[in-house]
C-alpha cells in the first residue's frame, strides 16, 4: 500500500507555528517591559485598596461614622488647597508603587537539593540511633528528618556548614568510641577537607556539628603585648580563650585570640614538646619562642639536623650558642645541667641567708633542642653518651632555676626521646597534617576537631598539661637567609634580632641604612662567651668551632 504524504499545513507549518510562538513570546516580554511601572502601580493599588477593605472591616460600627466624617474632611481640604488634588494623586501613586514593587524572595526552608542531602544524612544514622525496641523511634528508615534536625545551614557549595541533631537519650554518646563513629560518619556525609567542630550536649541529648573557619595565617613574628614569663605559641578560635592581644597582620591592625604558654617558678608546665612532619613548622616555633625569650633572657640553641636554620641568631646578645655538631652539644647540655645546679645552690644559699635570689638566677635561661633522635643516632655510633640524658637536670628542676626546656622533634623518632623528656614536656603541640591517633599519643587526647589532610605550615594543636586542646597558628617566623622567604617576613623576623655582639662582648654596629649583616659564616657550631652579668657556673663549652659529624 503506497503511502500517502502528510497535509502541506502539517509538514510544513510545525517551522511556521514555533516562529509565530518565538513572535509572541517577544512581543509579550517587551510589553511587559514597557508597561512594568504600569503593573507595579496596578499591582500596589490593588493591595491598597485590600488593606483598606480589611481595616474597613476591623473597624467597629459605633467608629464607622466618624471615621467617614473625618475622610470627608480630608477630601475636602485637599480639594480647596491649591495644587491638592494633584498632590492626593501623586502621593497615592507614589504610595502604591512602593507597595507593588516587587520583594525579594526570602528563603525559608532548604531547597530540593538540600532536603535530599538532610534525607540522605538522616537515613545514615539511622542505624546508630535507633533499636527495634523502641516504639516511637526518633530516627526510622523513610521517617521524618525535621523532627532531628534543626539548624541547619549550607555553604555556597551546597554543602552543611551547621547541623543541629537531637538523638535518643538511650544512645551512649559518653563513650567515647561510640561519638568517633558518629563524627567519623558526619565528616564522610558532609564533606571531607574541611575542619569540623562538634559539640556534644549530654544533657540535653543534642549534638551541633559547625564547620569551623581556617585560623589566619597573616600573623608574622613581632613583639606581642603580654606580661613576663609569658610565651604565645600563636593564634587560635576566638571562642576557645578568655583574652586577646593587640597584633599587626598582613591585612592591617587587629586584635587576635593568642595561645599563652606561661613559664617559670610558677608555671605549672615549664617545658615544652613540639612534634610535627617535616616541614610543618617547628623549626619556626622554636625560632618564633627564641625572638620572644631573647629581651628578657639567654637561649642556648642546639640544632641536630645542622642544616644552619639558626644561623640568624648567631653571635646575637643573649644568644649563648649555637650548635650543631655533637661535640658541641654534649659540651652545651652539660654547661646548662652544671649551670643549673648552680643557680639552685646559690638561691638556696641565698633563702638561707635570708636575702633574695641573686638576679643571675632569675634571668631566665632557654634551651632549645631541635631534633635530638640525631645527636643520639650520632652518639651511639661514637660510644658517647645521648644528648637527652644531659636533659635530666634541666628537665626536673628548671622550673625552679628559670631554665625552660624546648625539644622539638619528627613523628618518626617520637619513640626515641627518653623517659624524663616525656614525662616532664607537660606542655605538648602538634603541628601539620596528622591523624587522629598520632594526635592523641601526643597531647594525651584526641582532637576536638576533624583534621584536615592539608594545612599550611605552622597549623596544628597545643595543650598546656591537663587542659583543653586548642587549634594553633603559629606566627610566622621564617629563616631571614632563605631564598625563599618573602621580603616581608623577612624584615619582620630581622627587625626582632637583637645586635651583634664580638668575642669580648661588644656591641657590632652596622653601617647607617645598610641591612642587617649575617656576618661572617660561623660554621657548623658556634659557642658565644656567656653573658657578663653571668657568674662562672663551672665547665662552660667556651671551645673552638666544631664541625658537624654525620
Not at 502621593?91 to 538532610?118: H, I, N
Not at 625552679?400 to 616532664?424: C, I, M, N, P
Request: charged share 20%; glycine share 10%.
Amino acid at each position: 500500500m503506497a503511502r500517502r504524504p502528510l497535509p502541506r499545513i502539517l509538514s510544513s507549518g510545525s517551522d511556521r507555528i514555533a516562529r509565530s510562538r518565538e513572535i509572541a513570546r517577544t512581543a509579550a516580554d517587551s510589553a511587559t517591559d514597557v508597561l512594568h511601572p504600569l503593573i507595579t502601580i496596578t499591582r500596589g493599588l490593588r493591595k491598597l485598596a485590600a488593606t483598606a477593605r480589611a481595616r474597613w472591616a476591623a473597624t467597629p460600627k459605633e467608629r464607622r461614622g466618624p471615621t467617614l466624617l473625618l475622610v470627608a474632611a480630608c477630601v475636602l481640604v485637599l480639594a480647596l488647597v491649591p495644587y491638592g488634588p494633584l498632590l492626593a494623586l501623586v502621593s497615592v501613586m507614589g504610595a502604591a508603587a512602593w507597595t507593588g514593587r516587587e520583594r525579594p524572595v526570602v528563603k525559608t526552608g532548604p531547597d530540593e537539593a538540600e532536603t535530599e542531602r538532610l534525607k540522605g544524612l538522616y537515613e545514615a544514622l539511622v542505624p546508630y540511633f535507633s533499636v527495634p525496641e523502641d516504639p516511637a523511634p526518633l530516627f526510622a528508615h523513610g521517617g521524618d528528618w525535621t523532627g532531628a534536625f534543626g539548624d541547619h545551614a549550607f555553604d555556597d557549595d551546597g554543602r552543611l556548614s551547621r547541623l543541629r541533631i537531637r538523638y535518643p537519650a538511650y544512645f551512649t554518646d559518653g563513650e567515647a568510641a561510640a561519638r568517633a563513629r558518629i563524627e567519623q560518619l558526619l565528616h564522610a556525609k558532609s564533606g571531607r577537607g574541611r575542619e569540623y567542630l562538634f559539640d556534644w550536649d549530654e544533657e540535653g541529648n543534642q549534638l551541633v556539628m559547625s564547620v569551623l573557619p581556617p585560623l589566619p595565617t597573616t600573623i608574622a613574628a613581632q613583639r606581642f603585648v603580654i606580661a613576663p614569663g609569658e610565651t604565645v605559641l600563636g593564634f587560635t578560635d576566638a571562642d576557645a580563650v578568655q583574652r586577646t592581644v593587640p597584633v599587626r597582620a598582613a591585612d592591617g591592625a587587629q586584635d587576635a585570640p593568642p595561645v599563652v604558654w606561661r613559664t617559670g617558678p610558677r608555671s605549672t608546665e615549664p617545658h615544652l614538646l613540639a612534634v610535627g612532619q617535616p616541614g610543618s613548622g617547628t623549626t619556626s616555633l622554636l625560632r618564633s619562642l627564641a625572638l620572644q625569650a631573647l629581651p628578657h633572657g639567654d637561649v642556648l640553641i642546639i640544632e641536630g639536623s645542622a642544616t644552619g636554620e639558626y644561623a640568624c641568631l648567631t653571635g646575637r646578645a643573649g644568644v649563648l650558642g649555637v650548635e650543631c655538631g655533637l661535640a658541641g652539644a654534649l659540651a652545651s647540655l652539660e654547661w646548662a645541667a652544671h649551670e643549673t645546679e648552680r643557680r639552685l645552690i646559690a638561691a638556696n644559699r641565698a633563702r638561707q641567708a635570708g636575702h633574695p635570689a641573686p638576679d643571675d638566677t632569675r634571668r631566665p635561661l632557654w634551651i632549645l633542642l631541635d631534633r635530638p633522635s640525631v645527636l643520639g643516632h650520632l652518639a651511639a655510633a661514637d660510644g658517647r653518651p645521648d644528648p637527652q640524658d644531659l636533659l635530666h637536670v634541666p628537665l626536673r628542676h628548671g622550673r625552679a632555676a628559670q631554665v625552660t626546656v624546648v625539644v622539638a622533634e619528627q613523628f618518626d623518632s617520637v619513640e626515641t626521646l627518653g623517659e624524663t623528656v616525656r614525662t616532664h614536656t607537660r606542655a605538648r603541640v602538634v603541628l601539620g597534617p596528622a591523624s587522629p591517633d598520632q594526635i592523641a599519643s601526643v597531647l594525651g587526647v584526641g582532637p576536638h576537631t576533624t583534621p584536615v589532610p592539608a594545612v599550611p605550615p605552622g597549623r596544628g594543636y597545643a595543650r598546656l598539661g591537663g587542659g583543653r586542646v586548642l587549634r594553633l597558628q603559629v606566627p610566622a617566623t621564617p629563616d631571614p637567609f632563605d631564598d625563599a622567604t618573602s621580603e616581608a617576613d623577612r624584615q619582620a623576623v630581622l627587625a626582632l634580632l637583637p645586635e651583634r655582639q664580638d668575642a669580648t662582648g661588644a656591641a657590632v654596629e652596622a653601617a647607617p641604612g645598610s641591612a642587617p649583616d649575617p656576618g661572617p659564616d660561623p660554621g657548623p657550631a658556634v659557642m658565644t662567651k656567656p653573658p657578663a652579668h653571668a657568674p662562672d657556673p663551672g665547665p662552660a663549652p667556651l671551645h673552638a668551632p666544631v664541625p658537624a659529624e654525620g
